[in-house]
């Protein structure tokens, strides 16, 4: 008997020392979280006010609108007042809203990975209000039919029994997208916009029905249209969501395409990484979770759970192991990183042209080009552009071959008349990006603003021509050019 009491006294202390060891290491870990969240209850009210404005509001603007609303009129706003509203400093609005796996997810179904197309995801994901999506590539729409599957009810207003299908998917609570909507939509619909529910919010008015109303019920709007005017009432009652791509937006997902293509082991070493310290972090949270349940648990005896014990240490190693991994991960996304911009320059060109092509229906309204069909021409491009077993050599082919072929495709559908303006475009443009040009000169060229109401001084120039001269010599290049003339 006194052999098992020493022997059980032994594994006690053993667990003991097991215990406090592996305590005193997440003692640290868990003061550092502590204060963290003490510091994040200072500035949370602050930061939920920012996030609910950009949920509500940032949605229907580009990109440079959404940072200069963010950093240069609510941030200092909120920090102006007398008695200033704490914010995160740095405070990322998605970092609240959804995490690193949701937007894999996302992007597994088809979401373009720009940073716009994130954010356009997230406020989807988020809003309270019906969103309208203003998509005119069509970009958004294919995310949420890969997103929804089968159980999505796809809609159009006109077609026949489309109230109908709405109204099945209102009391079935399913999900419906009414897409091409016009900037004016069918009366009916509005008591569903607004959600004026009627008898305790149980039933909803469609026409001449009441409809019972399911709480599961979601309705997604979509327009094709690039600049729509909505009524006040109709943006009022849904949250604007622009979808239309950027020339940021496009380059970075066209930097993807030609990453994926030229350097596929980058692309899937990226989507490992994402994938890995995704897992990290579940992991990390699970064993935590199973830790503080045990503790919570284990009553006055701690010492009598070897499982316990066993779970602290095996949280203890695998923190070390996860620090370890995530510092190494840094590193390697920092290789990636620097490996993609190589090839920045051949995806800033294509977007480049991309524009051109899609402001050609300001000449003629029959110029259309959809963002797929340049997709195409630019995927073949780049898999028929000549090899080179140096980096910068074969971005350089790119290039060439992918404004070759660019310019080829466009050319032969644009009337003989307007092909000059197309060619002089994308020599203008290519010039300006490389800054090989000054904006000021090619918009003189251009426009010719000459300086009206002055006589030339010489025979050889026109009163209007010597306007011209006079504007030319603001420039500091032709500085004293009418004073030259004068003295010639």
Known sequence: RSSDLADATTLTISLANRLVNGLASENVRWAESVMGFKEAEKTLPGDVLLITAFVSYVGCFGKRYR?????????????????????????????????????????????????????????????????????????????????????????????????????????????????????????????????????????????????????????????????????????????????????????????????????????????????????????????????????????GNFLGDTALVENLETTKKTVAEIEVQVVEAKVTEEKINTAREHYRPAAARAALLYFILNDLNIINQIYQFSLKAFNVVFMKAVQRAEAADEVKQRVNNLIDFITYSVFIYTARGLFEKDKLIFTAQVAFQVLLKTKDINPTELDFLLRFPAQPNVTSPVDFLSNQSWGGIKALVVMEEFRNLDRDIEGS
């Open 67 to 299: 940072l200069e609303l963010i950093e240069e009129k609510w941030m200092p706003y909120l920090k102006g007042q007398s008695d200033p509203i704490p914010i995160t400093e740095g405070l990322d609005p998605l970092s609240l809203l959804t995490d690193d796996a949701t937007i894999a997810g996302w992007q597994n179904e088809s979401l373009p990975s720009d940073r716009m197309s994130t954010e356009n995801a997230t406020i989807l994901t988020n809003c309270e209000r019906w969103p309208l999506m203003i998509d005119p590539q069509l970009q958004g729409i294919k995310w949420i039919k890969n997103r929804e599957g089968s159980e999505l009810r796809v809609v159009r207003i006109g077609q026949r029994g489309y109230l109908d299908t709405i109204e099945r998917a209102v009391s079935n609570g399913e999900c419906d997208l009414i897409e091409n909507i016009q900037e004016s939509v069918d009366p009916v619909l509005d008591p569903l916009l607004g959600r004026n529910t009627i008898k305790k919010g149980r039933y909803i008015k469609i026409g001449d029905k009441e409809v019972e109303y399911n709480k599961n019920f979601r309705l997604i709007l979509h327009t094709k249209l690039a600049n729509p005017h909505y009524k006040p009432e109709m943006q009022a009652q849904t949250t604007l969501i622009n979808f239309t791509v950027t020339v940021d937006g496009l380059e970075d997902q066209l930097l993807a395409d030609v990453v994926a293509w030229e350097r596929p082991d980058l692309e899937e070493t990226k989507l490992k990484l994402t994938r890995k310290q995704n897992e990290f972090k579940i992991t990390l949270k699970e064993l935590e979770d199973s830790l503080l349940a045990r503790l919570s648990a284990a009553g």
